[in-house]
T-cell receptor, first 112, second 112 residues
């Protein structure tokens, strides 16, 4: 059981470039989440999904898009990266909403 | 939307002492309150959680208390050890909304 994995671990982008972060889980969880973590601000929810084919906006969705084409994968896209999107991105999954969220190892993204 | 405030932002204690971290939330409909521990460079991991139908929950050296009337909940760590040093996050979940709002975090340092 790999749990929750994220690809890539690190990435440096130039302003205006695009990229996709991949989150995968092998626990058959229904719910998946994308957070960003910035110093002094805790974890902020970007988008989430309550099942295959469904997505919803979280607290800070602007500048990001997501897709959940397969139950085990949740993709986070940045269409035109901005320096304000420099952050550590965590993916998480859970079986039901009021259960423990299992986090991936994180992706450190720097936008120059 | 829900707003979670966490205090203090940093906490330093001597090994063996107790540590208390407090959080307040704004939405009285919230009914799930987890606490996560994040060691340096690692992913957040759940250490304890409480639902609104319970006032207190204990797990060995850690405990969480909930005051629904005052809309605050606290994490208590007794007999602290150096390995308790980490950043701790509280969170609150809104009923009927799969959003999870986190506090800004408390950096706990346990001095040997």
């Amino acid at each position: 059981n790999a749990g929750v994995t994220q690809t890539p671990k690190f990435r440096v982008l130039k302003t205006g470039q695009s990229m996709t972060l991949l989150c995968a889980q092998d626990m058959n969880h229904e719910y998946m989440y994308w957070y960003r973590q910035d110093p002094g601000m805790g974890l902020r929810l970007i988008h989430y999904s309550v099942g295959e084919g469904t997505t919803a906006k979280g607290e800070v969705p602007d500048g990001y898009n997501v897709s959940r084409l397969k139950k085990q994968n949740f993709l986070l896209g940045l269409e035109s990266a901005a320096p304000s999107q420099t952050s550590v991105y965590f993916c998480a999954s859970t079986r039901q909403h009021y259960n423990e969220q299992f986090f991936g190892p994180g992706t450190r993204l720097t936008v120059l | 939307g829900e707003n979670v405030e966490q205090h203090p932002s940093t906490l330093s204690v001597q090994e063996g002492d107790s540590a208390v971290i407090k959080c307040t939330y704004s939405d009285s409909a919230s009914n799930y309150f987890p606490w996560y521990k994040q060691e340096l460079g690692k992913r957040p991991q759940l250490i304890i959680d409480i639902r609104s139908n319970v006032g207190e929950k204990k797990d060995q050296r850690i405990a969480v208390t909930l005051n629904k009337t005052a809309k605050h909940f606290s994490l208590h760590i007794t007999e602290t050890q150096p390995e308790d040093s980490a950043v701790y996050f509280c969170a609150a979940s809104i009923v009927g909304n799969n959003d999870m709002r986190f506090g800004a975090g408390t950096r706990l340092t346990v001095k040997p």
